[in-house]
Structures are given as structure tokens and as C-alpha cells.
């Protein structure tokens, strides 16, 4: 099966600005957390799946999220609350094919809220930045398409940028640069 890991280091306390990727660590005990796209059983359609593995690599707790139909993991980050904000695709649920797919969890990757963004094309949520403001910055691809639904021909694909304040709520949404290979 395809799947996708994305990791990002935490600790018990004191956090600190990680430079590469606008995700959070504590330089003392460092824990795993793991991010993949992969089915939750054998011939399902794949899930998102967030862990937290210890030093050793010894999985502490997994958890998984999505619908009936396909998910696709993009990014996470720790929040300033102890949980961790997961960004990813989902087909399961919004208005259409595949819509950006935000859960917030707690420390132990329990789902407090789920929230999707998108219309009725493609669009793939794919990184996660902090904003000074507190709030979340969503980028990945947005897919116009022109002409009647389901006609995929006529379609673009676009930089998507979309804020959202820590309760998921949607602050502002950009539309920029189009993409040309994925």
C-alpha cells in the first residue's frame, strides 16, 4: 500500500520554533510522532493515521480518521494545547471529490473537531504554517475546472491558501499561482 509518513518531534515542555518546518519540539525527551496515509485494514480504502511513537519506536498510541471513502495525509503540528492540528484530503466528507480535511486532537490524538474545506473539484490539503496571530495557514492545491461537473478536461489546478483561527473556523481563503505538475 502507498504510504506517506510525515514526523514531527515533541516534548513534555518547553517549546520551541523547529526552523524546517514551522512545527514544534522540546530539546530534552524526544517522542515521535508519525503521520501516514494507509488503510486501516487489509483491502479498505486508505485512512489517515497519526501516532506517537517513544525514543525506542515502540508505538504509545495510534489513531485513525477518516470516512468510507479515501483520506490522504498532508501535514501535522503540535498545538500550543498539547494537541496537534492534522491537515490532509478527504473524500468522504465536504462537497465533492477530495476537500482539505483538518482535525484537531488532543495530546493523546482523541478527534475534538473535525472541519473541511473545499468545493466541488479537487482540492488537497498538503502543509501547515503557524501565523503570528495564533491562527493556522492551509496550503495546497485548489482545482477550477470550466464547463459542466464531472467534465475534468477544462480543469486547472491552483495554490490554495486558507486561514483558520485554533477552532477551525475560517478566517480568509486565497486563491493563487496555478500549479502545473503534482
Known sequence: PLVFVICVFL??????????????????????IDLETTPHQPNEKPDITLSLKDQSGATIWLNTYGGRSWERAGDVVPTQDGGFLILGSTSSYGKGNYDFFVIKTDSEGGEMWTNVYGDFYNDYGEEIEFLANGNFLLVGTKQICTGEKNNFSKCKDYRWRVEIDPNGELIQDEVAERVYSR
Not at 513534555?12 to 517522542?31: E, H, W
Open 11 to 32: 516534548t513534555s515542555s518547553l517549546f520551541a520554533q523547529r526552523p524546517d518546518k514551522n512545527s514544534v519540539y522540546n530539546q530534552s525527551l524526544i517522542t515521535k
